[in-house]
């Protein structure tokens, strides 16, 4: 965890709970939710809704994983590690334990379903605050980012996933079924969990080599064709190949190779580095045909046989 994580994660947990206290107290942040409550935005601009409706899916947590999942699959497949799926299963697995433990406690109504004008709707039966949507847009598009192979694609896969969580925040304002302060919580519960996944590696790392010694104990057939190097600092489960002699350094004579004082025929005490060193190999004979088949002009061979095998005709020696 760099200092610079550390001072994003202090910041963004002190605007956690300033959004907290400031509902909790009934402040001038649930005046605010109640005037945008009462403007009902689905109904100044009907002709968007449609098409909120299915930008909101953005944020729905069974779409949005199985998205990200098949994509983080193949990136596992081709870079030969599990890293990207274990981080996606912890980043969802602290989304639900920390957004879903405050949804409960709090228990706050929704737009749709508040009781007094101009309360906080907070300790009844509701599961509003903090916003899921808002939440699990950030971290399930924020992973893509975190996980990027490039300081230029985690710059523009930052700035994807930050307009995507925006638009789907405001979404759920739109259509009426989360405050403005459910949003803003929403947004600070994401990037909580982004910015504590360095304190994640190294469990994710024991995690990944107790999984691959599991599949090497009781799936053998597939060490082979799906190698998964190890972390760093972990134990290495696949041997290394050995090392490949210097030419200054003598190569050891095989076994059996003092009978007759020259080595076996299937031992090569020759290194060839390239293709282009080898000495060429000549074929023993030519491959073209015998110089007796030779044709002449008018069918016959060169020995005085026909094409069928027979003689050829004699010619007069003169006249016509």
């Known amino acids: 965890m760099s200092p610079h994580r550390i001072v994003l994660f202090g910041s963004t947990l002190v605007f956690y709970l300033l959004i907290v206290v400031a509902v909790i107290n009934t402040s001038w942040l649930v005046r605010l939710d109640w005037q945008l409550m009462f403007f009902r935005p689905y109904q100044q601009w009907p002709e968007l809704h449609a098409y909120i409706d299915y930008y909101v899916v953005l944020g729905q947590r069974g779409p949005t994983a199985v998205m990200v999942a098949a994509w983080l699959g193949w990136r596992s497949w081709r870079q030969h590690t599990l890293r990207p799926l274990l981080m996606l299963g912890t980043s969802l697995l602290l989304l639900n334990v920390s957004v879903g433990a405050a949804k409960l406690s709090m228990g706050r109504e929704g737009p749709h379903y508040a009781n007094v004008i101009g309360s906080n709707e907070m300790w009844l039966t509701g599961d509003i605050f903090p916003s899921g949507h808002t939440a699990n847009a950030v971290v399930t598009w924020g992973i893509l ?41 929403g947004w ?32 053998p057939g597939l060490r082979g064709r799906l190698p998964v190097p190890a972390p760093a600092g972990a134990p290495t489960l696949f041997p290394q190949p050995a090392p490949v002699p210097d030419d200054d350094v003598p190569v050891r004579e095989p076994v059996g190779a003092g009978h007759g004082g020259r080595a076996p025929t299937h031992f090569s005490t020759q290194r060839y580095t390239v293709r282009s060193e080898r000495a060429p190999v000549t074929p023993t004979g030519s491959r073209r045909p015998a110089p007796h088949a030779t044709h002449t002009s008018h069918g016959a061979h060169a020995d005085g046989t026909g094409r069928t095998g027979r003689p050829a005709p004699a010619r007069p020696v003169a006249g016509g």
């Open 145 to 185: 980012a975190y996980l990027a192979s490039s300081g230029r694609a985690r710059r523009y896969l930052s700035a994807l996933s930050a307009v995507v969580s925006l638009g789907v925040g405001l979404s759920t304002v739109y259509l009426g079924t989360h405050w403005l302060s459910d949003v803003l919580l």
């Open 188 to 219: 600070a519960a994401g990037l909580l969990i982004l910015l504590a996944l360095p304190w994640f590696e190294p469990l994710i790392a024991r995690a990944e080599v107790c999984i691959l010694a599991r599949r090497d104990r009781y799936l």
